[in-house]
């Protein structure tokens, strides 16, 4: 239900061409397990700092823009705080928008964690971004990512399959 959940985030990018297909709304949560060397929002590894936010103020915000194709949970690791960014994904695809997730987390090790909450945010999202960045694999011509082990996975065709399926490097 819209207002009951709340995240912590480092910060939010209300009109963003670069965190996702289209025009988004990214939601940078506070808070990451991986500490990647050479991580792009280092400030957001830690637990500590950052902002509570209802997930229906971000709501709120997004229904304001009607430009807007989706929402992206960056971090940090959106997985931290999977009920609360599951919440706000399911409200955000229940408006037709889509939702794209970023993690350190493998699609396999998240599906056979049985985590329900982290199922729950992964049956909510469109595309799913997973594993760590690698500064060794840092690739600044991938699309939506920044180490080449990284991979843009259609989630609903690879929920289907029960295999992933990746998405095309290009639109």
Same mark, same amino acid.
């Given at each position: ?12 990018? @209300? *009109? ?24 792009? +929002? ?23 823009? /009607?430009? &807007? ?42 599906? @056979?964690?049985? +985590?329900? !909450?982290?199922?729950? &945010?992964? *049956?909510? !999202? ?12 840092? +690739? ?7 180490? !080449? +082990? ?5 989630? /609903?065709? @690879? &929920?289907? !399959? ?6 095309? *490097?290009?639109?």
């Amino acid at each position: 239900m819209p207002g009951t959940e709340y995240l912590t985030i480092g910060g939010i990018e @209300s *009109e963003s061409i670069v965190d996702g297909p289209g025009f988004r709304y990214a939601v940078f949560v506070q808070g990451c397990n991986f500490r990647c060397p050479g991580c792009h +929002n280092p400030q957001l590894q830690s637990f500590t700092g950052g902002r509570r936010i209802s997930a229906a103020e971000i709501l709120a915000a997004i229904k304001a823009n /009607p430009l &807007l194709s989706g929402l992206t949970l960056s971090g940090g690791d959106p997985f931290t705080q999977a009920a609360s960014c599951a919440a706000l994904a399911e409200q955000v695809r229940a408006l037709g928008l889509s939702v794209m997730v970023y993690t350190g987390y493998l699609w396999e090790d998240l599906l @056979s964690a049985g +985590n329900p !909450a982290w199922r729950r &945010l992964i *049956e909510a !999202a469109d595309i799913l971004v997973d594993g760590p960045f690698i500064q060794a694999q840092k +690739n600044i011509d991938l699309r939506f990512r920044g180490s !080449a +082990n990284q991979r843009l996975i259609d989630v /609903p065709q @690879s &929920l289907a !399959a029960g295999r992933v399926i990746l998405l095309p *490097e290009e639109p």
